[in-house]
């Protein structure tokens, strides 16, 4: 079984365009997030989010917002697509955003590779 | 921000032991160490952690240096599907389970 799954796993679109990515876990964790990996490779995390609380990074541009339908699932909405946005989008998710347990991980999803042409 | 400094690549022999450096001269005495590893076209992996203790499991070792600002990660055996970006993250007391990734070692398995 899948644990952490992402669709679509490759995303073509125009400038300007509104786009959603989904992200769904099955391991019962409380909190997701995503993260950025550019083509230099550099991962950045985007978001972290539980049922609770939002965290944003604050170089995240406000055209990306997530979604939460219910707990297994965060989406990732980005409005107004520029050119600057094209890279590979990794969802996570983890027991608990302040977990001070020290074998609390984070699990990965496959990513999604967003082109804007 | 505690940071963490890994040589860009490394290239190993397959069948043979791979040492994987960190330096994180800046670890406080809370922050766990974590290793992650990101296989080509996945997304990353949890490899291994450690506080101060020499840890084992069954992907790999952590080696923490006594005065923790340096630790290494041991491939006992790497084989081709070693090949992999490692990350070496320092997870902070204060930061809940964020994680900031570096820009990790490229290790490279030659058959």
């Known amino acids: 079984d899948t644990a952490v799954s992402q669709t679509p796993k490759y995303l073509v679109t125009q400038m300007g365009n509104d786009k959603s990515i989904k992200c769904e876990q099955n391991?019962?964790?409380?909190?997701m997030y995503w993260y950025k990996q550019d083509s230099k490779k550099f991962l950045k995390i985007m978001f972290s989010y539980n049922n609770k609380e939002l965290i944003i990074n604050e170089t995240v541009p406000n055209r990306f917002s997530p979604k939460s339908p219910d707990k297994a699932h965060l989406n990732l909405h980005i409005n107004s697509l520029e050119l600057g946005d094209s890279a590979v989008y990794f969802c996570a998710s983890s027991q608990d955003l302040y977990s001070t347990a020290s074998t609390d991980t984070q699990y990965f999803g496959p990513g999604t590779r967003l082109t804007v042409l | 921000d505690a940071k963490t400094t890994q040589p860009n690549s490394m290239e190993s022999n397959e069948e043979e032991p791979v040492h994987l450096p960190c330096n994180h001269s800046t670890i406080s005495g809370t922050d766990y160490i974590h290793w992650y590893r990101q296989l080509p076209s996945q997304g990353p992996e949890y490899v291994i952690h450690g506080l101060t203790s020499n840890v084992n499991n069954r992907m790999a070792s952590l080696a923490i240096a006594e005065d923790r600002k340096s630790s290494t990660l041991i491939l006992h055996r790497a084989t081709l599907r070693d090949a992999a970006v490692y990350y070496c993250?320092?997870?902070?007391?204060?930061?809940?389970?964020?994680?900031?990734f570096g820009g990790g070692t490229r290790l490279m398995v030659k058959p």
């Open positions: 993250i320092l997870r902070l007391s204060n930061a809940g389970n964020m994680l900031t």
């Open positions: 391991l019962g964790h409380d909190t």
